[in-house]
């Protein structure tokens, strides 16, 4: 499985941004793809998932209500819609691959795509 996520930027708080994690590789079945997120100083984060083929979600407590993750099965990528952005939510994001059911821990993700980097300014 190889995973290239790109869309990531600088916006000031309030902005919107639209991760993509283009994936390539297999087809996705019963897979889960998610992103996590590793802020400046800090441990890598969930964010969010989405189980590719019932589209059930998962999102962690911080970006309930303003991010939204969904995926395209023609186009076999998954995104992340970022609104409402604060100086908080600036990292790097990762979007990863995993066989198994929605999970929170990055122990399950077997498959990582490089980060792409978001800036949030005050």
């Known amino acids: 499985v190889q995973l290239q996520a790109s869309g990531g930027g600088s916006v000031q708080a309030g902005g919107s941004l639209r991760l993509s994690c283009a994936a390539s590789g297999r087809t996705f079945g019963s897979y889960t793809l998610g992103w996590f997120r590793r802020a400046p100083g800090k441990e890598r984060e969930f964010v969010a998932a989405?189980?590719?083929?019932?589209?059930?979600?998962v999102y962690s407590e911080s970006v309930k209500g303003r991010f939204t993750i969904s995926r395209d099965s023609a186009k076999n990528t998954v995104y992340l819609q970022m609104n409402s952005l604060k100086p908080e939510d600036t990292a790097v994001y990762y979007c990863a691959a995993s066989p198994g059911g929605l999970s929170v821990s990055d122990t399950g993700y077997t498959a990582w795509g490089q980060g792409t980097l978001v800036t949030v300014s005050s």
């Open positions: 989405i189980r590719w083929t019932v589209y059930s979600t």
